[in-house]
């Protein structure tokens, strides 16, 4: 069956740091595949989406591109601040279903 | 317009107890989808509804059922309740025919405690 595998948290960066969150992915067909952000108590938000290979998603400072010989998904910001701190989720939908897949999800504390 | 709306909040329930939770999906959306997220965990698909019927499942035991009424709004039905039940319970809105990078919007959850 789809799923994804994130790099295992917490992560923890200083303010202005660059940031990677590795995602791979295993599906069939072609899926679109997504990151989503969880501030703490709340709901998860849309990030940046990407549906097709070679796509590149950008959102806030974050981008990420769809590489589908190596299926993975990665996470990248040039310059992180306190306020990005949150949860990370990667996560896919088949082009057959709806449903989303995720991934475990990592944590990023930013520090001053 | 407002977005995916959720009640309630929070819910204390002991075990072997039943609970209900609801759903408003956002304006236009005809699809709801139910989440579990166990504490430290990505969430997990329960089940979809469209057209008042269940679409798609997940790996969940019959415990869990659902609903959804003509207005698209849904409810999720849970009983007998476990100590593993706890988790935070998301619901997501779509448009069944949307194309395939449009994403689901999800509400802000209910945290299920079971004592």
């Known amino acids: 069956g789809n799923s994804v595998t994130q790099m295992e948290g917490p992560v923890t960066l200083s303010e202005e740091a660059f940031l990677t969150i590795n995602c791979t992915y295993t599906a069939t067909g072609y899926p679109s595949l997504f990151w989503y952000v969880q501030y703490p108590g709340e709901g998860l938000q849309l990030l940046l989406k990407?549906?097709?290979?070679?796509d590149k998603g950008s959102n806030k400072g974050f981008e990420a591109t769809y590489r589908k010989e190596t299926t993975s998904f990665h996470l990248e910001k040039g310059s992180v601040q306190v306020s990005d701190s949150a949860v990370y989720f990667c996560?896919?939908?088949?082009?057959?279903?709806?449903?989303?897949?995720f991934g475990p999800g990592t944590r990023l504390s930013v520090l001053p | 317009d407002a977005g995916v709306t959720q009640s309630p909040t929070h819910l204390i329930k002991t075990r072997g107890q039943q609970v209900t939770l609801r759903c408003s999906p956002k304006s236009g959306h005809d699809t709801v989808s139910w989440y579990q997220q166990a504490l430290g965990q990505g969430p997990q698909f329960i089940f979809q509804y469209y057209e008042e019927e269940e679409r798609q499942r997940g790996n969940f035991p019959d415990r869990f059922s659902g609903h959804q009424f003509p207005n698209y709004s849904s409810e999720l039905n849970v009983n007998a309740l476990l100590l593993g039940d706890s988790a935070l319970y998301l619901c997501?809105?779509?448009?069944?025919?949307?194309?395939?990078?449009?994403?689901?919007?999800f509400g802000p959850g209910t945290r299920l405690t079971v004592l």
């Open positions: 997501a809105s779509s448009f069944l025919r949307a194309q395939a990078g449009d994403t689901q919007y």
């Open positions: 990407a549906t097709k290979a070679d």
């Open positions: 996560a896919l939908k088949s082009d057959y279903g709806q449903n989303f897949v």
